[in-house]
């Protein structure tokens, strides 16, 4: 059984930071590709970022590059999302993912690859 559980989301103001961890069982992290979605209310769920299982090789959508940043500790099994210089375009439920498929880094933007999904981690940000 694998469990990811998102923790860290909370409020700041524009300019702020916050890191999210997804804490991850049943699975080690340093093995699969996990990745970072967010969805806007009434909007679709969006990647942000992922970490391949093969040379840690990170991936970002555009709008969070040089803003975000991805990493694993494989010690605690958990991957994080440091965000930084934070916008409110940014507020959204933060996901965490895990592919235990090995899918093509070509997929890593799509939500259905993954496999596994947390709850989830509301990040609100004000201007």
């Known amino acids: 059984q694998v469990q990811l559980v998102e923790s860290g989301g909370g409020s700041v103001q524009a300019g702020g930071s916050l890191r999210l961890s997804c804490a991850a069982s049943?699975?080690?992290?340093?093995?699969?590709?996990v990745g970072w979605f967010r969805q806007a209310p009434g909007k679709e769920r969006d990647f942000v970022a992922a970490?391949?299982?093969?040379?840690?090789?990170?991936y970002y959508a555009d709008s969070v590059k040089g803003r975000f940043t991805i990493s694993r500790d494989n010690a605690k099994n958990t991957v994080y999302l440091q965000m930084n210089s934070l916008k409110p375009e940014d507020t959204a439920v933060y996901y965490c993912?895990?592919?235990?498929?090995?899918?093509?880094?070509?997929?890593?933007?799509?939500?259905?690859?993954?496999?596994?999904w947390g709850q989830g981690t509301q990040v609100t940000v004000s201007s």
């Open positions: 993912a895990l592919d235990q498929e090995y899918s093509s880094n070509v997929y890593y933007t799509l939500p259905g690859v993954y496999d596994y």
């Open positions: 970490i391949a299982w093969s040379r840690s090789t990170t």
């Open positions: 049943g699975r080690p992290v340093s093995s699969y590709t």
